[in-house]
Each structure stands twice: as structure tokens, then as C-alpha cells.
């Protein structure tokens, strides 16, 4: 049974940092390109960052230069360093698959807010 357990939100200042993490259980993690999303209410769940197997990275354009995904395989985690954040950072963040038409079951997300 796939597992993933996204940790490290808070509630931080505008211009202030946070480091998500997600863990996962349950498949062969260093098999799989993983993913950072966030959703905010009534909004569909976009894509924030994504890294290959191989390490490679890719962002949307609204976080590029401030977040920094990363993975650690020998402790089944992905990482979200979050930088410069601003109020419109403000989601819940999860992380899964990047896509390809299906996902793990998701996670509870971990909650991330950025006051003015």
C-alpha cells in the first residue's frame, strides 16, 4: 500500500522560509519521479516542482528561483525548500507523481501559510 507523508508547513512572514517534506512508503522510491503540488480552496491542485529520477528539476514559472526541490532516495523523501515566500504561496502542499495521466493515492498535504 502506497504511502506519502507530506510534513514541514506552518504558518511563516512574507519573505520567510519553510522546507516541506514528503515521505514515502510503500513503492520503490528511487524508481520514481516525484512531484510538489499545492491547492488552494476552489482552485484546481497545480504543479509546483517535479524532479526526475536522475535528479532533474523543473518548476512553474511563479516559483522558479525561490523554490528548490530535491530528494534524499536512501530516506524514501522529497524535499520543497521554500524561500522569499509571499501570501500567494499560501495552500496546502502534496506531493505525488508528476503526472502521466495517474497518481498515488494522495496525501493529507501539509498546510503553508504566508501572512502579509
Known amino acids: 500500500q502506497v504511502q506519502l507523508v507530506e510534513s514541514g508547513g506552518g504558518l511563516v512572514q512574507a519573505g520567510g522560509s519553510l522546507r516541506l517534506s514528503c515521505t514515502a512508503s510503500?513503492?520503490?522510491?528511487?524508481?520514481?519521479?516525484m512531484a510538489w503540488y499545492r491547492q488552494t480552496p476552489g482552485k484546481q491542485r497545480e504543479l509546483v516542482a517535479a524532479i526526475s529520477v536522475g535528479g532533474s528539476t523543473n518548476y512553474a514559472d511563479s516559483v522558479k528561483g525561490r523554490f528548490t526541490i530535491s530528494r534524499d532516495n536512501a530516506k524514501n523523501t522529497v524535499y520543497l525548500q521554500m524561500n522569499s515566500l509571499k501570501p500567494e504561496d499560501t495552500a496546502v502542499y502534496y506531493c505525488n507523481r508528476p503526472g502521466g495521466g495517474w497518481y498515488y493515492a494522495w496525501g493529507q498535504g501539509t498546510q503553508v501559510t504566508v501572512s502579509s
Open positions: 510503500g513503492i520503490i522510491f528511487s524508481n520514481n519521479a
